[in-house]
């Protein structure tokens, strides 16, 4: 082991000293020679500081953060993987790992907990339940050590796992679960949100992305869905084939998806659908938010060109870049840019400026006269620069302050794991139902609780304080600010009671992913989905939909 390691970095010497031999040959106007320069003062400034720096330098991290400087001033998906990294890149392409098969996080005093045991993966099969706090890992202990147990429910598939539990009311159990390979579906749900309409949750593009949408389609309509809704929001993209082949579900052979356009003329092409369409009629909807990204706006962009189908919902990401993945040295890899894509009307949805985006992650303001406006096959009127905007905007609603302080809390996911009251059942999302009587065995119980929450408006008076107090005015409207922080104060109850529709729905959402799991959790959702709500009041008015696609 130690001649090979020798053997690396005698090689590593002779490539510095290429370098350095280049550096002196190469002609003053060539851009190599700048490079090979740049490379040298490199080198040179990191072995000075590594001699003469007053305390002892990690290699590893003090190159990592000159890389990752390096590349941000390029763009956010030019990154660079270390070796130890590489496994989740593998995940994150592939969706497969070796696991247990179900979301774990750190919830209330940090505790190692079950969040979502995936259906049918051995988590399910053995047992598992939302709320179950890990205790140890074959007798080692992970109480509040998420990053220990992590590691610990990762692994070689075939080998098991002793689990130590302990599950509400029932105290401390001991479950032995089985690590098998964990192959995450792109299509994570499909189903009916009325008698006509289905749903299709596409969440990733890897591999066999377009096959999956395909199957539920077929399915959907075998369930008799006439019109269908293609969810992508929250979708960050993937394969761009997948893209190609999922928008030839829905457009016919031979028609245009995307244009690549690279420094190097290999990276250039033209990706048009190669089969016949699974279905070039039925009504479309697609959902997409300021979390669909790259090969979600593909899609969402390719059917808004062709008029294919409605896009609802809030502007896309803006991610018009193509990545591929490059091996580097010692099991290194760096996914780099290398081209920019363009839809079918020839628009580029890249958003302009990197940084400037909303709270929400949604692209900021762009100047009229930044955009380019492009026309659809009917001729509307759509813009580059900045993502996909929907045909049919959706504002977000904004949860009260009280709502949002009890989830940031994980109050609703420790009412559900103490309560003790009668608690709701049913084997559909509709059938579970939140009594009034939980609704105030909840308010009793958070009587109990640490809760501390703050509205808008009191955010404001605390920024106007702090303003008067910096300008030194704080004394000429002390008293008026008192009265009126008086005024807005917080009253739990009186919170409690206009927020209670909010309070319950969160309720009954806790509980249905605890019987139904996660398609209980999505299906329960529908009932409060404003973008699902329109796309089924779009599709159901057919000559609203018609007229939409022609611009009118």
Known sequence: MRKLKRKKIQIAILGVSAFLLW???????????????????????YKEVNANYVDDINPNTIMETGIDAMLSTLDPYTVYYPEDQI???????????GGIGAVVGEKYDKRVMIVMPNEGFAADRAGLKRGDEIISINGIDVRQ??????????????????????????????????????DLPNVPYYGMISEDIGLIKLTGFRENASKEVKSALRQLKKEGAVKVVL????????????????????????????????????????????????????????????????????VAGTMQDYDRGVVIGR??????????????????QMKVTIAKYYTPSGRCIQAIDYSNRNEDGSVGKIADSLQTAFK?????????????APDFAVDQSKLAP?????????????????????????????????????????????????????SELQEEVVKLRESAKAMGELNKIEMQLADLEAIIANNLEVDLEKSKDEIRYFIKEEFVSRILLEDGALEASFEVDQDVKKAIEILSDQSQYAQILKGN
Do not use: C
């Open 23 to 45: 550096s002196f040959t190469a002609p003053q106007n060539d851009k190599y020679f700048e490079i090979l320069k740049n490379l040298d003062i490199f080198a040179t400034m």
């Open 87 to 97: 496994e989740d890149v593998r995940t994150e392409n592939t969706g497969q790992y």
């Open 145 to 182: 050590d998420y990053d220990k147990a992590s590691q610990y429910l990762r692994g070689q598939a075939s080998s098991t796992l002793m689990l130590k539990l302990e599950r509400p009311g029932e105290g401390q159990l001991d479950i032995e679960v089985e690590l098998e390979t964990i």
């Open 231 to 298: 969810d992508l929001r929250g979708n960050g993209g993937g394969l761009l084939n997948e893209a190609v082949n999922i928008s030839n579900i829905f457009i016919d052979k031979g028609e245009l998806v995307v244009t690549t356009k690279g420094k190097l003329k290999e990276m250039n092409a033209t990706y048009k659908t190669l089969n016949t369409s699974t279905d070039i009629d039925i009504p479309l909807a697609v959902l997409i938010n300021s979390s669909s990204a790259s090969a979600s706006e593909i």
């Open 315 to 332: 502007k896309s990401f803006g991610k018009g870049l193509v990545q591929r993945t490059m091996p580097l040295s010692y099991n290194s």
């Open 376 to 388: 659809t096959t009917n001729g509307r009127t759509v813009f580059d620069g900045g993502g996909v």
């Open 402 to 454: 009280i709502t949002m302080s009890l989830m940031q809390a994980d109050l609703f996911f420790r009412f559900a794991n103490e309560y003790t009251g009668t608690k709701p059942t049913g084997e559909v999302a509709s059938e579970i139902v939140v009594s009034d009587q939980m609704l105030t065995d909840f308010q009793i119980w958070l009587a109990d609780q640490e809760l501390n929450y703050t």
